[in-house]
Structures are given as C-alpha cells and as structure tokens.
C-alpha cells in the first residue's frame, strides 16, 4: 500500500474528515496519514485504543515514535497520559494497551536502525522562553532530523527553515500555512527546501513538527 508517499510533494490531511479503519485488533482503529507497505510499513498514523483493548507483546524492528493525544496509554513500562512523547528504538518490545481508551499520534519504521536510546518525556515540560510568540522544546534530536513541540501564542508566526522537510500535526487550536487553516488533528508535510510560515489562529496552537528527515524515508526493511 502507498499513500502520500511522494516526499516531493506538499501534503495536507484534516485527520477528523477520516473514516476510523479497523486495525487487525479488536477495539484498535486508525486513520492513515501516511505509509509504504502493508501491516509492516513506514507508516504515520493517528490511532485509537477503545477501553480495554491492547496488543499483544511485539517488537519494533523499525522503531516507534508516538504522542498521547487523549486519555492514557499503557505497557509494562507505565502509564503514558496525554501529552507524553515516547520514542522506542529499533530491538524494543512491548505490550500496548489502554484500559479507559485512548488516542495516539504514531510514526513506525522512521528511526536510524543503529537508534538504541529509549525514552519518554512531557512535551511541554522544558519549554524555552517565549521569543516572539512563540515556546519551543526540542523534544529530540540527531543527524537525520529535529523533533520539536511549540506553543504559538494568538497571531503569532511558527518559522521552521531547516532543509529536509517539514511535517507537522496541529494538537490544539490552528494555524494557517498558505492559503490552508489547519485545526486540531491537521497533518501537514513540507517538501525538502519548502520552509514553514504558519500563522496562529485567535486561540493560538500547540504543534509538534519535525525537521529534516524526508530525504532519509524509505520503506520498511524486508
């Protein structure tokens, strides 16, 4: 399966006009941003974790990266609540689930192979001074590419002009980039040497983006 997978072209997605589509687990439902192959793919992702449902244990050859969106997120390593970032390295394992249900932003094989470093963290609990409306966390970094968390106060503009590319998901309150007004669970991907100029709506925007990685997307390891 291919979808939006031209990294050369610009990509808008308003996740809330998706259909749910049923996972292979009973109570596990997701829609697609993103993604090069079938069950196994480089896959981007919104999911939903009706109360009660859970995975069996897996491993991620290819790593996964997600954020909590809504309600809490579980494994044998914790609690995960809204507004955790969690990156699990190509190697881990784990057994996901949610006993009240849940919602989660996810990225599967995007990671280095070589990526060992395991991690979770708050996304908004070391943000930098506000500077021109704008607080920022670089959430994590390394040679292929820039995680990052903002808050953008009302009217204020989010700059991102790191080459490789530009995608970002707007978790609360909107932005327009262009002639686009992206809301709560827009999805947005900038070609390598597009650079950002989003401007903050009157409630302003929480948005988490990432920097520089486009050049390195290729699908799944067979």
């Known amino acids: 399966m291919e979808l939006n997978a031209d990294f050369s072209a610009r990509v808008i997605v308003h996740s809330d006009q998706l259909d749910w589509q049923a996972s292979p687990i009973k109570g596990v439902d997701r829609r697609m941003l993103d993604r090069i192959g079938g069950e196994v793919a480089r896959a981007t992702s919104i999911v939903r974790y009706a109360p009660g449902s859970h995975f069996s244990e897996h491993t991620h050859t290819g790593g996964e990266e997600f954020i909590v969106l809504d309600g809490t997120f ?3 390593h914790g609690d995960f ?5 969690v990156r699990n390295p190509p190697t881990s394992a784990h057994t996901p689930g949610s006993a009240s249900g849940c919602t989660i932003f996810v990225k599967l094989w995007q990671f280095d192979l070589e990526d060992r470093t395991q991690f979770r963290k708050d996304i908004a609990a070391e943000l930098d001074a506000t500077r021109d409306g704008v607080a920022q966390t670089i959430l994590h970094q390394d040679v292929c590419e820039t ?3 903002s808050q953008v106060d009302a009217g204020a503009t989010l700059t991102l002009q790191e080459p490789g590319g530009v995608e970002l ?3 609360d309150g ?4 262009g002639e686009d007004r992206l809301r709560k669970g827009s999805w947005l991907r900038l070609p390598d040497g597009q650079p950002l100029t989003a401007l903050a709506g009157k409630d302003g925007a929480k948005v988490w983006s990432k920097t520089g990685h486009l050049p390195f997307a290729k699908a799944p390891a067979a």
């Open 74 to 76: 579980q494994d044998e």
């Open 81 to 85: 609540p809204t507004g955790t970032y």
């Open 147 to 149: 995680v990052r968390y």
């Open 169 to 171: 998901l707007v978790i």
């Open 174 to 177: 909107t932005i327009t980039e």
